[in-house]
């Protein structure tokens, strides 16, 4: 079976320093993965996703980055956060080609800047 | 383009009452569409799930059916309780291609008091 793995669970860094944030996917090949941020008490924003190794697409001008260097493997990255950047992060993955079955979400990443 | 609109919360009810989060969809073409439910801290789940018009999801004694005349998925339970307290999600994707991305609403926040 497919299984979907995010780390840390929560995190507390201070303005300035660097981040990342690690997701990777087992059971599966070739799967779109995907980062979302979701603020305190709103909506789930898509940051970034992946169709396969090397391939990234941003959807809204961020402090963030994204890279996939492993066909199961995505990583969050920033080199220097921002207050702003608090949020708790999901990484989800999906099989290609298809919309029938949605994502699968990892746990998630609460990230504390401070 | 494809969006979901989504009935504002907060919800509040009290165990054993009716719960309808109303859930309407814009999109070209023909999507699939889903619930997903968070609880407090912790990732999305998958929590029903339709393809096609007049198709029913189900799933731990909550319903939605898609409705293509109204294009709506409503989700509802006959009888909450206290473990239902989430922020629920409803989602649509148009199969097709390598990247699908599911397009939120901004979720509802149900409380179910005791």
């Known amino acids: 079976s497919q299984t979907i793995h995010q780390w840390p669970a929560t995190l507390v860094q201070p303005v300035g320093s660097p981040l990342s944030l690690e997701c990777t996917v087992e059971?599966?090949?070739?799967?779109?993965l995907y980062w979302y941020r979701q603020a305190a008490g709103r909506g789930l924003q898509l940051l970034f996703y992946?169709?396969?190794?090397?391939?990234i697409s941003s959807e809204v001008p961020q402090n963030l980055s994204a890279s996939r260097p492993q066909d199961r493997q995505f990583i969050l990255s920033s080199k220097k956060l921002l207050l702003s950047d608090s949020g708790f992060y999901l990484c989800?993955?999906?099989?290609?080609?298809?919309?029938?079955?949605?994502?699968?979400f990892g746990s998630g990443t609460r990230l504390t800047v401070v | 383009g494809n969006s979901v609109t989504q009935m504002e919360g907060p919800v509040t009810l009290s165990e054993e009452a009716f719960l309808t989060i109303n859930c309407t969809y814009t999109?070209?073409?023909?999507?699939?569409l889903f619930w997903y439910v968070q609880y407090p801290g912790e990732g999305l789940q998958l929590l029903l799930k339709?393809?096609?018009?007049?198709d029913k999801g189900s799933n731990k004694g909550f319903e939605a059916t898609y409705r293509k005349e109204t294009t709506s998925f409503h989700l509802e339970k006959g009888s909450v309780q206290v473990s239902d307290s989430a922020v629920y999600f409803c989602?649509?994707?148009?199969?097709?291609?390598?990247?699908?991305?599911?397009?939120f609403g901004a979720g509802t926040t149900v409380t179910v008091r005791a």
């Open positions: 989800a993955w999906s099989v290609q080609g298809t919309g029938v079955n949605g994502y699968t």
């Open positions: 059971g599966t090949s070739n799967p779109n």
């Open positions: 992946s169709v396969g190794i090397g391939q």
């Open positions: 999109a070209t073409g023909y999507p699939s």
């Open positions: 339709a393809t096609k018009a007049d």
């Open positions: 989602a649509l994707s148009l199969p097709g291609g390598a990247d699908y991305k599911l397009s």
